[in-house]
């Protein structure tokens, strides 16, 4: 049967709880403003009883309780809700960096301005319609090669500003780099501590706070995976390169001692190298994407050369390369073909790390590159649907600008090469008939892009070689030549088909026109083709949707984000009124234990001194 000393017992074992209470909820109070936070609770249960154990036990009316204790201190916290607002996290990283570069490409093209391309092109037919009306004119001719030059200065500029994005996206990339191989070693330290404790049988509520702040902003980066595995360790994997074609090992290991995981570093250069009619790419990467590092050197064998330009294009893109913990680049080989029930035919794939200097085949770096902004059969598992991470979005938006680049590129081709084939009254770059060219890439009109058409200088230092009539003996008032230019403004070419053009010869070629009549003034165009101020319209308007729809999805984004945010502070914040109300519950209760205790001490004199008498 217990007695006073048992009740004394009881009493004691109640301060207890109730101060682990009170501690616990001191520690949510001094923490409601920290990030990350999730709030603790004090679970307390009984302890063992008394009686009813055996047939010999004295207590007849059943087991006595022996009081409480606490048993676990619990985290607050909605593991489903962590995976939604991650898997959020990663959507709005990409929606994020596209959002942020197409404003940037609107900001740089400025359309519509009285300053933009679309003004100047304009401006150049209209200055050519006035000069066909007074060709003899030298002030006529001169406003004319000035407006050629203003409009060959803004498409420079413009490409010449799309490249200095594309380098920007490609330099954040070597940020977010480090930002990931950083959080990750943090998270696979804070993985060890937490087994080490949870090993005695202890809960690390706050080093598991620490961690999941980290996996929030590693998602950020790219889709991850978690796994929970014993004594509240994680793998963590990178999503979308777990398939059968190319797995990597796993980003942090639940296991202490394994240190076989993976890592990233970053690609400084990939330079396309020919000898003897075959190809190599000279590969030079910074291991964890740390710059101050000797950069490190592989040798890729290439088919030809358009599987060189691809992989090297690829590397330059991406700049992600898979390595190993200390940055050396990895390589997945396939192996003898294996066929198991579930699968009618695999391989299986070896694990290789590169060491410096080694070559391999073009297919094997395929499977080292970081690719995430798209699915890719060779390098990735990656759902289109649900791209994610900055590291996606700089990666992708690298391919929207590039592609404005190229249609820059052919709308300066087709605008060079019809004004220069008018003006020389030849189709074919060979043979200019003793006249100056209009456009330059700086020498003459091969390989014209955006980025070096130029205006001849020559023209500008004598503005009489401009040629405005149908000959040379059409005499100083005779402007059809100029006339013909103002009318390309409405000429149809097919635009979209002009790629890599190397002289005017392919040019026309692929754009589908011809002269039309006699001394080859007037173009004959392409019936379903489109003109170069309605092609420039048409990468406009395709921008401006473009930018829109990033702008709206990362705003839509950011909505459901700070919904699943707030869902998870009503489930892991602290409310400070709740706390406050739960500290006073506790206050009484420790203060009724202690008058159990203060009673037991008057029943205990009572019979001590009782006995003195």
């Known amino acids: 049967m217990a007695g006073l000393f048992d009740t004394f017992t009881i009493a004691k074992r109640g301060l207890n709880v109730q101060q682990g209470a009170i501690n616990t909820t001191s520690h949510n109070i001094a923490n409601a403003n920290t990030e990350g936070f999730s709030r603790q609770r004090a679970v307390s249960s009984t302890t063992r009883p008394f009686g009813g154990m055996s047939r010999f036990d004295t207590c007849t009316v059943g087991q006595v309780g022996t009081g409480a204790e606490i048993s676990s201190i619990q985290r607050i916290r909605d593991s489903f809700i962590d995976y939604q607002v991650r898997n959020e996290l990663g959507k709005s990283g990409n929606f994020e960096v596209q959002d942020k570069f197409l404003y940037q490409v609107e900001s740089i093209f400025g359309e519509p301005s009285d300053s933009g391309i679309q003004q100047l092109l304009g401006e150049f037919f209209d200055s050519f319609q006035e000069l066909s009306k007074t060709p003899e004119k030298s002030s006529a001719r001169t406003v004319a090669l000035q407006k050629a030059s203003a409009l060959a200065n803004a498409l420079n500029y413009t490409t010449t500003q799309l490249e200095k994005q594309v380098t920007d996206a490609q330099e954040l990339l070597q940020m977010n780099i480090k930002d990931v191989n950083t959080l990750l070693d943090q998270i696979n330290d804070l993985n060890k501590q937490i087994a080490g404790v949870c090993a005695v049988g202890q809960t690390p509520n706050d080093l598991m706070d620490s961690r999941d702040n980290l996996l929030d902003q590693l998602s950020s980066k790219f889709g991850i995976t978690i796994d929970r595995k014993e004594r509240e360790t994680l793998d963590v994997k990178a999503e979308g390169f777990q398939s059968k074609n190319n797995p990597i090992n796993n980003l942090v290991n639940s296991s202490p001692t394994d240190e076989n995981y993976t890592r990233l570093s970053y690609v400084k250069s990939a330079e396309i190298k020919e000898s003897s009619g075959n190809y190599t790419i000279e590969l030079k990467y910074h291991t964890l994407g740390n710059l101050n590092s000797e950069p490190k050197t592989v040798t890729i064998n290439c088919t030809n050369k358009e599987d060189a330009k691809t992989i090297s294009d690829s590397l330059m893109q991406n700049r992600v390369l898979i390595a190993d913990k200390n940055g050396d680049v990895t390589i997945r080989q396939k ?170 010869t392919s040019f026309f070629a692929e754009a589908g026109i011809s002269f039309n009549g006699a001394n080859n003034i007037t173009l004959q165009g392409s019936k379903e083709g489109t003109s170069v101020a309605a092609y420039y319209k048409d990468v406009i308007n395709t921008l401006g949707v473009q930018a829109e729809a990033a702008s709206r999805n990362s705003i839509n984004q950011d909505k459901i984000l700070q919904d699943l945010k707030m869902q998870r502070l009503s489930v892991s914040g602290v409310s400070l009124d709740e706390e406050m109300t739960n500290l006073i519950q506790f206050q009484h209760a420790y203060s009724a234990n202690a008058k159990i205790i203060s009673t037991v001490d008057e029943l205990l004199d009572v019979v001590i001194n009782g006995l003195k008498r």
């Open 335 to 504: 192996g003898a073909e294996i066929t198991p029930p579930t699968d009618p035919k695999t391989y299986h794939y070896s694990q290789v790390t590169l060491n410096d200097g080694d070559t391999i085949k073009s297919d094997e770096i395929k499977t080292a590159i970081f690719k995430v902004y798209e699915n890719d059969p060779d390098t990735n598992s990656v759902n289109d649907r649900q791209i994610k991470g900055e590291i996606a979005g700089n990666q992708g938006v690298q391919k929207n600008i590039k592609e404005y680049m190229v249609k820059l590129d052919q709308i300066a081709s087709g605008l060079a090469y019809s004004v220069n084939a008018i003006q020389t009254g030849s189709s074919d770059g060979t043979n200019n008939n003793g006249y100056e060219l209009v456009f330059t890439n700086g020498t003459n009109d091969d390989g014209i892009t955006s980025k070096n058409i130029t205006l001849n200088k020559n023209l500008l230092e004598d503005v009489s070689k401009l040629n405005c009539g149908s000959t040379s003996e059409s005499g100083e008032r005779a402007g059809e030549r100029a006339l013909a230019i103002a009318s390309i403004r409405t000429l149809k070419m097919n635009m979209s088909s002009i790629t890599d053009v190397k002289d005017r």
